[in-house]
């Protein structure tokens, strides 16, 4: 149980603190949007991705899945960083 | 969904219920209480001193002028915050901190009284039951309490979502099924039918939960990935901003034109009226003051406007639905008080707080008396968990039972700022003591559940046999008898609760037997 908590809880919050972000960098001109998506949606998926996590059949099959959103998450984010940089 | 990924989910919906049902007892029922905070801060007052607002009160410029002569150091980029008072809340009062010659900073409140600016005793600080009730709800009254209770709500939120994938295929079939025959089945039955009737309440209490609690999070995130540590920049484009960059000019403050402000801002807003003034760069020229008009009956409007006393024409205006930030923060925060829906919908969402209430307590039953009927599991382990479990979730009702009863009839010298929390705590080590004798988990519950009922009945008889035998009161007898009448629900949900435990058919040690052999 620790294994699952602690994978989707981790997992979940990097992917709640990367993808708004990341979209704000790639659209500067609407980054109060973002914060108010996050809010809105991105809570929920937080729960949602503990949620997948805990329904894992193992604590290996947990981290997988938490291991997979936040390496896309990771990626993204630092994507957007290479691609688009810091908002001016 | 598969029997295996649908067992996981049951097995951490069970879990992760059990782990947090004390932290979201308390945030749940003092929550729901909360909804009549100021109600019960008149209550507090009723049988003291004449507390009602006098007809001639001082205006807010002649109680500025009066915390002005003091002389208190409030630093310039500091703010003063001055509530007005109320039927339910007569005294001004003041909220501000000010710098030491050490450098340290030191927060008053103060009360004063309306008619005369003076500062009102101890006694009348010591009304504290609204206020401890509201930070139960809020942080727990422990440190770090906010982002435990931020972490509780998120992990409410998968519970809930555990919740509907577990009962998906049966949410609407089986959402009438209420079986008696058997105690295992009218608890699932009950748990699943408040749980689908309440869940986007609780939905919506789990997201604003964490929007409260975890705020940090964002302001970690955007402000360290997107503004590069920029904090002043994020807080301009969220629109949480304050005017405190304010320029000391060392001339004293325009304190008269406070009062010609509130009357300009009273006009902006119709259906809202200003109720409280923050002062920033206080005593000085160049200070400003941000005063907030929230029109209650909708959950969208709200105007923000910044006055500099100097010249108070120059007013700034901001509507809430300027920022999206500020419009869905505002308008998700409208949503979690329900002010805008009156007394009837706070009255709903106090039914469904008590109904999440019994979604814990059914919830905590089901998994105690199913582990109970394992007997691989060490007895005393269990009976551990179980007096553990207990008090957290129908001891939390005796802990806030005892602080109303306190309230009521400690001595009014008493400092209750001290005193509750300890009463508060005492009432939970009071339940686990009781569930560690007694052992049965349902006995105990129906047990303390008759208990609080009697408790929460004790100060409204008091309070009825005081005024049918002509006693002196003084405050208002709306509130009071409001409040009473709130008491006396949850006296009634108590007793409907224990009356629905006790009629439900106990499992002998025979049929136990059966269970495990069947295993």
């Known amino acids: ?88 | 969904m598969n029997k295996q990924t649908l067992k996981q989910l049951t097995s951490a919906h069970s879990w992760l219920g059990l782990i947090i049902s004390g932290a979201l007892m308390i945030v749940f029922l003092c929550g729901s209480l909360s909804f009549f905070r100021s109600n019960i801060y008149s209550w507090e007052q009723y049988h003291q001193q004449d507390k009602s607002l006098p007809e001639n009160i001082l205006s807010p410029s002649d109680m500025t002028k009066i915390i002005i002569d003091r002389n208190y150091k409030i630093p310039i980029d500091h703010r003063v915050m001055l509530i007005f008072p109320t039927n339910e809340s007569p005294q001004y009062q003041a909220f501000f901190s000010t710098e030491e010659t050490d450098g340290s900073h030191k927060r008053y409140r103060l009360y004063f009284d309306p008619e005369t600016g003076n500062e009102l005793n101890k006694a009348s600080q010591n009304y504290y039951l609204a206020d401890f009730l509201y930070k139960l709800h809020i942080d727990l009254n422990i440190p770090a309490g906010t982002e435990i209770v931020g972490i509780v709500s998120v992990i409410f939120l998968v519970i809930i979502f555990s919740g509907i994938l577990i009962h998906l295929r049966k949410l609407i079939k089986y959402f009438y099924q209420y079986r008696l025959t058997k105690a295992k089945d009218t608890y699932l039955d009950g748990h699943n039918l408040i749980g689908v009737t309440s869940l986007p309440y609780t939905f919506m209490y789990a997201l604003t939960g964490v929007m409260f609690n975890l705020s940090i999070l964002f302001q970690a995130s955007f402000g360290y990935l997107v503004f590069q540590g920029d904090i002043d920049a994020l807080s301009n484009t969220s629109g949480f901003v304050a005017p405190t960059n304010i320029e000391p000019s060392h001339e004293p403050m325009n304190w008269q034109a406070l009062d010609k402000t509130i009357k300009h801002a009273n006009q902006q807003l119709p259906g809202a009226k200003v109720y409280l003034a923050k002062i920033f760069g206080f005593g000085d020229e160049n200070a400003q003051v941000e005063l907030r008009l929230v029109d209650t009956s909708s959950i969208t409007e709200r105007l923000t406007l910044t006055y500099p006393l100097k010249n108070y024409q120059n007013v700034q205006s901001k509507h809430v639905t300027d920022n999206p930030v500020q419009g869905t923060y505002h308008i998700l925060k409208q949503l979690h008080y329900g002010s805008f829906g009156g007394i009837t919908l706070q009255f709903i969402y106090f039914f469904l707080g008590l109904g999440c209430c019994y979604l814990i307590l059914s919830g905590n039953l089901i998994w105690l008396e199913k582990r109970a009927l394992n007997r691989k599991q060490s007895q005393r382990s269990l009976a551990l968990v179980s007096a553990m479990t207990l008090c957290l979730s129908i001891g939390t009702l005796i802990s806030v039972a005892l602080c109303f009863v306190a309230t009521r009839f400690v001595p009014d010298t008493f400092a209750r700022t001290e005193f509750l929390p300890y009463l508060f705590s005492a009432g939970l080590i009071f339940s686990f003591i009781h569930a560690l004798a007694i052992k049965n988990s349902r006995k105990v519950m129906v047990q303390q559940a008759v208990f609080t009922a009697v408790l929460f009945a004790t100060f409204p008889i008091y309070d009825t046999l005081i005024i049918i035998l002509g006693g002196t009161t003084h405050g208002s007898l709306i509130n009071l008898m409001f409040v009473n009448f709130v008491s006396l629900l949850v006296s009634a949900f108590c007793l409907a609760f224990a009356y629905q435990k006790r009629h439900i058919q106990i499992p002998t040690d025979k049929q136990k037997l059966e269970v495990t052999t069947e295993k």
Do not use: D, N
């Open chain 1, 1 to 88: 149980m620790w294994h699952k908590t602690f994978a989707g809880l981790i997992s979940g919050l990097l992917f709640l603190l990367f993808i708004p972000t990341a979209f704000s960098l790639f659209f500067p001109a609407f980054i109060a949007f973002m914060i108010m998506i996050a809010i809105v949606v991105f809570i929920p998926v937080w729960a949602g991705i503990m949620t997948y996590c805990y329904a894992a059949t193992s604590a290996k099959q947990a981290w997988l899945r938490a291991t997979t959103f936040s390496i896309i998450s990771g990626l993204f984010y630092f994507i957007a960083y290479f691609t688009v940089g810091l908002p001016q």
